[in-house]
């Protein structure tokens, strides 16, 4: 049985700026919230294409370019925690 997992958004990767609103049970539902979430807060445009991720372990990371509200290019990255779903 393939394992299934909850995805939360965390923009700064720690455990107490989770959005429980902002929960995907895939990785493209992570990346929705992510474009929103960067759009609402910071007025920045993600580039979809340049997301990708960090995860081992211990820390799982979204990256990403984006433009910011001066027009330029940058680099950013936001954090996401990964939950098992047991199913019994």
């Given at each position: 049985m393939e394992?299934k997992?909850?995805?939360?958004?965390?923009?700064?990767?720690?455990?107490?700026?989770?959005?429980?609103?902002?929960?995907?049970?895939?990785?493209?539902?992570?990346?929705?919230?992510?474009?929103?979430?960067?759009?609402?807060?910071?007025?920045?445009?993600?580039?979809?294409d340049?997301?990708?991720?960090?995860d081992?372990e211990?820390?799982h990371?979204l990256?990403?370019?984006?433009?910011?509200?001066?027009?330029d290019?940058?680099?950013?990255?936001?954090?996401?925690?990964?939950?098992?779903i047991?199913?019994?």
């Amino acid at each position: 049985m393939e394992q299934k997992y909850i995805y939360l958004l965390s923009l700064d990767g720690y455990r107490d700026s989770v959005a429980l609103d902002k929960c995907s049970m895939d990785i493209i539902g992570l990346k929705k919230h992510l474009i929103q979430e960067q759009k609402e807060l910071f007025e920045n445009t993600v580039l979809l294409d340049s997301i990708t991720i960090e995860d081992n372990e211990r820390e799982h990371w979204l990256i990403f370019k984006y433009i910011d509200i001066d027009g330029d290019i940058e680099d950013g990255r936001c954090g996401f925690f990964k939950l098992s779903i047991i199913q019994s």
